[in-house]
C-alpha cells in the first residue's frame, strides 16, 4: 500500500518564497501576484473616477497596470 505524501504549506512558506521570487524572479512574482491577487478590488469607484477624469478614458495603460 502506498501513500500519497502531501505537505501542507504552512503560510510561513508561503511568504518565504514570495519573498524569494519578489528578490530573484520579478517576472514570477508578478506572475504570482496576477494570478492570485485582483487588484481592481482593492481601488474604490471614486478612484478609478478621479484618475479617468483627470486623465482621459482613453489610455495607453489602464490604471490596474500603473498602479
Known amino acids: 500500500m502506498s501513500f500519497n505524501?502531501?505537505?501542507?504549506?504552512?503560510?510561513?512558506?508561503?511568504?518565504e518564497?514570495?519573498?524569494?521570487?519578489?528578490q530573484n524572479d520579478k517576472?514570477?512574482?508578478?506572475?504570482m501576484l496576477d494570478q492570485y491577487l485582483d487588484l481592481s478590488e482593492?481601488?474604490?469607484?471614486?478612484?478609478y473616477t478621479?484618475?479617468?477624469k483627470y486623465f482621459g478614458r482613453k489610455r495607453?495603460?489602464?490604471?490596474?497596470?500603473?498602479?
Open 42 to 47: 482593492f481601488i474604490p469607484f471614486s478612484f
Open 5 to 15: 505524501s502531501k505537505k501542507q504549506l504552512s503560510f510561513g512558506d508561503l511568504y
Open 60 to 67: 495607453e495603460y489602464d490604471l490596474e497596470s500603473m498602479l
Open 17 to 22: 518564497q514570495a519573498k524569494d521570487w519578489a
Open 50 to 52: 478621479a484618475y479617468y
Open 27 to 31: 517576472p514570477q512574482f508578478l506572475e
